[in-house]
């Protein structure tokens, strides 16, 4: 407890001339452990900060779910509410709404993997060949753009594109003889108008990841290809491709394990009355029941939030299982 | 010797080009042909509806009325902008977002940096650990109403703070973050560092955050974007009216279609306020999007880099 100049005049070579002391007796061990902690004592000071938060605001709430098994009434506090097991989620279940909303998110879902996801490779193994760099930089410039834009004013130039009267696209139908179609009140379109309107935005931002996997190609290999006379096409079908295949195949699989989670800002803000049958995804009906609905719904909405949660938990490892064995390539 | 080899190398880089154009089949012609016309229409389609929507912003109201407006702008008036002018609620959203972006994002920078350096030390005791604890989170939550009651417990409900704590940090970027300081800040630094008897916290604020300006940039711009564009939590926590950032405004306007019409100040007759109703539509979306698309392209080199960098580790 005397020794105190650790902490000032420290240096790194030091470390390894203590590592032998991991084969030696456990309180060795912890006392190793401890000079390293006590060393490092400024590393944990700025540490504490975020730790403190992360146990506020992610564990806690993560404690704070089990009001999921509670049925919480009003005059009760959160914690003396009686334990009802699994009735909220065999509520849910049993629900009417049950199907409706899992339908409706893996609809939405499965349509955006299937629609959404090959874009982003398109554009990124298409940017690949352009050779004007001014012509690139403006199509990433004007593509990336929308990726900004706040769901709220998205939904708003969306209304006013898709708008009956006066909307540019209903407009543009009509030369063709289409007669004006009220897309966002007619439940079988919601989900085009989603994924569509997905595509729009997020395209051109998610190209990057595929554009930045394109730069890690070796250069030969597309020299070698041209002098054998390779064309184009085929250099993009039997370079780029399987250069960038390890990086598909593994979003892929992260997309796939996030099928049950829709966000809930831009379903809330399409939704109205006409389409709400394939518009209610899990997101806003939690919000609908337990928040909309008041604070005796909070232990039923808190168990569907919970559920998706978990589902969500076992989707994402399983992905990781499977790419890890597909790619060899471990995600975390 | 390595120039040498280097110029060796783009001299038969150059003419293995030259050699390829000479070569170059025709149907690589009709490729580059399709391929930059596929390009100028998709780049065209994505642009179209913000050309529509800041054309609309710059016509009259009769003419939006009408659907007269496909490209430019059709009887060019600012009357829509006056519109913006003139509604005080797009102002109180304007200033508290301008609020909760500022300050909410220098909290989250100042919290994301201290997070990164300890996590990007390899000989932090226990980083492992915290890295697990951090990550956990962007697998599994609480949920909703958890988070809700929290909020309201620590008395937040109502409060600018709510917009502000619940999101202090993102893990995604304090992932990119550390990405960044492992790669970028070379570790004979912090040896020479330790050598001359610095600390740690000599070496962060001395030597690791003055050659971080690209990394704050890019996650300043990330975290600013998303204050602007926030919408559920300011949904979820905030009632009062004069606390509402810009998008709970923009909101009412463009989705519910509920303007205040006595707030349109001066202009008289009914008729009119509804096409300036109409109007303030397109012009409210404008000027909530300028700054956001204004701040970009002066980034948009930076967040390329923070991308890759967090695709590399990711």
Redesign the interface.
């Known amino acids: 407890m005397v020794v105190r100049e650790e ?7 030091t ?1 390894p001339a203590a590592a032998p002391a991991k084969s030696a007796a456990p309180s060795r061990k912890f006392a190793y ?1 401890w000079k ?2 006590r060393r ?1 004592w ?3 000071l ?2 504490a ?3 403190a ?2 146990f ?10 089990q ?1 999921a098994f509670r049925r919480f009434l009003p005059g009760d506090t ?1 914690w003396n509410a009686p334990w009802v097991g699994l009735a909220q989620f065999e509520r849910f279940f049993q629900s009417h709404m049950f199907w409706t909303v899992i339908r409706n998110t893996v609809t939405i879902s499965l349509y955006q993997l299937i629609v959404g996801f090959p874009f982003p490779i398109f ?1 990124a193994l ?2 690949n ?2 050779r004007r760099r001014w ?1 690139s930089q ?9 990726y ?6 998205i ?3 969306l ?3 898709l708008d009956m ?4 696209l209903n ?1 543009a139908l009509g030369l063709f003889g289409v007669g004006p179609i009220h897309f966002l009140a007619k439940p079988e379109l919601f989900p085009s108008v989603y994924v569509w309107s997905g595509v ?1 935005q997020n ?2 931002f998610n190209s ?2 595929y554009l ?2 394109l730069t890690t190609i070796d ?1 030969e290999l597309h ?1 070698a290809a ?2 054998d ?1 390779a ?3 085929r250099r993009i079908w039997h370079i780029d491709v399987p250069g960038i295949m390890p ?1 598909v195949i593994t979003l892929l699989i992260l997309n796939m394990g996030g099928i049950l989670s829709i966000g ?2 831009k379903a809330f ?1 399409l939704q109205n009355p006409l389409n709400l049958t394939t518009a209610e995804v899990i ?1 806003t009906y ?2 609908k029941v ?2 909309e609905g008041g604070f005796t719904n ?1 232990s039923y ?2 168990a569907i ?2 559920l ?3 589902v ?2 076992v989707m ?2 399983l992905a990781r299982s499977i790419s890890k064995a597909l790619t060899g390539y471990d995600l ?1 | 010797m390595v120039a040498q080899t280097r110029r060796d190398e783009q001299s038969s880089a150059t003419e293995a080009r030259r050699r390829a154009r000479i070569k170059e089949a025709r149907g690589d012609r009709v490729f580059a042909i399709v391929n930059t016309t596929i390009l100028v229409l998709l780049t065209m389609s994505v642009l179209y509806p913000l050309l529509y929507v800041v054309s609309a912003s710059f016509s009259s109201a009769d003419a939006v009325m009408a659907g007269k407006v496909f490209i430019f702008p059709v009887d060019f008036t600012l009357e829509g902008y006056k519109a913006v002018f003139d509604y005080p609620r797009i102002w109180v959203g304007f200033t508290n977002s301008l609020f909760y972006a500022v300050v909410g994002t220098t909290v989250n920078v100042i919290m994301t940096l201290i997070a990164a350096y300890p996590l990007s030390r390899r000989d932090l005791f226990g980083r492992t650990a915290f890295l697990s604890l951090f990550l956990f989170t962007m697998l599994f939550s609480g949920g909703l109403i958890p988070s809700y009651l929290l909020v309201s417990q620590l008395g937040l409900m109502n409060t600018r703070w709510a917009l502000i704590f619940p999101q202090s940090l993102s893990v995604w970027n304090l992932l990119i973050t550390i990405a960044f300081f492992r790669t970028s800040i070379p570790p004979e630094m912090l040896e020479a560092a330790q050598l001359d008897g610095a600390s740690d916290f000599q070496h962060f604020f001395r030597i690791v955050l003055p050659l971080s300006s690209s990394i704050i940039a890019v996650i300043g711009l990330f975290y600013a974007v998303s204050h602007w564009n926030q919408f559920f939590s300011a949904l979820l926590y905030l009632g009062r009216a004069e606390l509402h950032p810009l998008q709970l405004v923009l909101r009412e306007i463009l989705v519910q279609n509920r303007v205040d019409m006595a707030m349109l100040g001066d202009i008289r007759e009914m008729a009119r306020r509804q096409g300036v109703v109409e109007l303030l539509k397109f012009s409210s979306i404008v000027v909530a999007s300028v700054p956001v698309l204004l701040a970009y392209p002066f980034v948009q080199r930076h967040f390329v880099k923070g991308i890759m960098l967090g695709a590399v580790k990711g």
């Open positions: 902490h000032t005049g420290v240096t790194e070579t470390l452990a390293r902690v490092g400024q590393l944990y700025l540490l900060l975020p730790l938060w992360l506020t605001f992610c564990y806690y709430p993560m404690y704070g779910a009001i959160l554009l298409s940017l060949q352009v012509f403006s199509v990433q410039l004007i593509t990336y753009a929308p900004f834009i706040s769901t709220v004013v939904v708003g130039i209304i006013q594109i009267r006066r909307g540019p407009m729009w395209m051109g990057v990841i930045a996997a250069p020299e041209v002098m006379g064309s184009r096409l990086v809930f800002e803000l997101s939690v919000y337990g928040i909070y909405a808190a939030g919970l998706n949660s978990l969500g938990l994402i490892v975390w």
